[in-house]
């Protein structure tokens, strides 16, 4: 029984990793109705400016929110430089785009850090740590709640957020009252950018850093994004949970360690066959 509550909660924690990145894909989603492939790689990209400035001596905290600015200003250049030419594109072309971005942010990062695999220090003291769960593992959860809260609180009390909420889910009717959509979107991307970093950031003490660490995370944190619900950012966040809990679970007791990976191809694919819109999701009609 104790094996099996560890487990559990290791994948709770777990899962606040997979809950940032999908709550990151369903935002860039509402945007743009298409799956920023890119997003892993671009977290990878800021722990490691978080990476560099710990090691110059900058305090961890401080190193944390540098890093979480540029993930939020390269968000917001990426998608006025190259995802807005291709705003009116095929699907196909903006796939390509996405698939493009990511090789290039992996292979830049290759190409400046080195692939060389590289330990993360935790800002979470040992002592912090429990029966069940790690310093880190509690750390982590903790950090996720906070953020979740202020994305909660963002989007429902401030001006900006009701207003990039209102671009996202009806760019029309936002221009016609005066709102700067193309604006609302940049910004969108930025905030998803300081997300994916956050979860970036977290995984980086577990999985170590190097240019591929975010691979696997990126296609729980999909799962994630599509048990929830594709078009619900908390179902994304409590699909993250989820899958935490069954990947640990079902790497425990049933498929082994090595082929941990495959559950979450396995929840995309019963996912998509039996319910497309999600736990929490919603399905979208269209007059034609």
């Not at 679970?249 to 082929?259: K, M, W």
């Amino acid at each position: 029984m104790e094996a099996f509550l560890h487990q559990f909660l290791s994948g709770l924690a777990n899962g606040g990793i997979y809950a940032s990145i999908g709550l990151a894909l369903v935002m860039i989603y509402q945007a743009t109705h298409h799956i920023n492939f890119a997003q892993g790689e671009q977290g990878m990209f800021s722990a490691y400016i978080a990476l560099i400035l710990i090691q110059a001596g900058v305090p961890y905290w401080a190193a944390f929110l540098l890093a979480l600015t540029f993930g939020f200003v390269s968000g917001v250049a990426i998608e006025r430089i190259i995802i807005r030419p291709f705003e009116q594109a095929p699907v196909l072309s903006v796939v390509v785009v996405f698939l493009g971005l990511l090789f290039i942010i992996n292979s830049l990062a290759g190409w400046l850090f080195t692939y060389n695999v590289q330990a993360f220090p935790s800002p979470f003291p040992a002592g912090l740590g429990g029966r069940y769960l790690s310093a880190h593992e509690i750390g982590m959860v903790g950090v996720t709640l906070l953020m979740l809260l202020v994305i909660y609180l963002f989007f429902r009390f401030t001006p900006l957020g009701l207003a990039m909420r209102a671009a996202a889910q009806n760019p029309d009717a936002s221009r016609l009252v005066g709102i700067r959509v193309g604006w609302m979107l940049a910004l969108g991307w930025g905030l998803a950018g300081a997300v994916g970093a956050i979860a970036a950031i977290m995984a980086a003490p577990i999985v170590y850093i190097e240019p591929n660490m975010m691979g696997g995370i990126l296609l729980y944190g999909f799962a994630a994004a599509l048990l929830g619900g594709i078009n619900n950012p908390w179902g994304a966040a409590a699909g993250g949970l989820i899958v935490g809990v069954i990947e640990n679970l079902a790497g425990a007791y049933v498929v082994g360690t090595e082929l941990k990976l495959s559950v979450a191809l396995v929840i995309i694919i019963v996912v998509l066959v039996t319910r497309p819109a999600g736990l929490f999701g919603y399905t979208t009609m269209t007059r034609v």
